[in-house]
């Protein structure tokens, strides 16, 4: 298969994984929503269920990013100059949210009660906040791998 016919066929795959990490993305913030009490108008705690599932597809949301958005960039596989300098900006910041993530995920999700501790609120919208800034620099990265952009954006 010549070099032509591989790109279309990477850009689809690309625009796969890009969608199947949305999709976890989204799912994981509508539970970080439930986790966090913001659809009462009372605060309180999660229930253990919702704070494991929360938990679970944080993980997963953290490896659809890293086993497709980010695989080809960790790799230096990646050719489109475009998407390497948005890359070169982006990535390490993005490395220190999901470090952080990890370590939420390690501190809640084994714990039967950890919905009792008087932190997770706290951690919740640290997190949350941590969540946000990484959010939009994958917006960044995913914007110029569509070719969304024609300039790389400033961070």
Do not use: C
């Amino acid at each position: 298969m010549s070099t032509s016919q591989q790109t279309p066929r990477r850009r689809q795959e690309s625009l796969k994984q890009i969608e199947h990490m949305l999709a976890e993305r989204d799912a994981m913030l509508r539970l970080l929503w439930k986790a966090s009490g913001r659809e009462s108008s009372l605060p309180h705690a999660p229930q253990p269920d919702l704070l494991k599932d929360f938990t679970s597809l944080l993980t997963d949301y953290l490896a659809a990013a890293h086993f497709g958005l980010y695989q080809r960039l960790a790799e230096g596989t990646e050719r489109r100059q475009a998407v390497r300098r948005v890359a070169e900006q982006v990535y390490a910041r993005i490395g220190t949210t999901t470090q952080a993530a990890l370590d939420f995920v390690d501190r809640y999700a084994e714990r039967g009660n950890a919905h009792l501790d008087p932190k997770l609120p706290d951690d919740l919208g640290k997190l949350a906040d941590l969540l946000a800034e990484r959010m939009r620099l994958e917006d960044q990265l995913i914007d110029v791998m569509l070719d969304r952009t024609a300039k790389a954006p400033s961070v």
